[in-house]
């Protein structure tokens, strides 16, 4: 059996899932502070687009895909900031929705990990 990357994926989604948490948080203090701007970070999925991971061949008669094949980056979207008269541009509404997806997000991690121990449980005693 080779190397299981699903545990390490997962952990890199949730540090990922704990920072831009904490840059919502960040956001929320200051949306009354003049002159704040709102921050993001990176889409996880940018991350994952500067390490690929290639698809093993493990038979002469799997297909092979090139890369632009197996592309799955979007296009980037424009920010929607409104900056009030004070200079902030923290919207709330933005926020409590960036904050709904992180935790939509863990939960999904957390499942996906659950289900893929269970998995390993499950093999490992046959």
Known sequence: MGPLYLFELASSQARYLELRQSTIATNVANANT???KARDVEPFNKVLDATPVRLATTSPSHMQLSAAETDTRKTAKKDSWEVVH???SVSLEQ???KGSDVSRDYSMNSAVVRSFHRMLLSSAKS
């Open 34 to 36: 003049p002159g704040f």
């Open 86 to 88: 004070s200079g902030n």
């Open 95 to 97: 926020e409590m929705i």
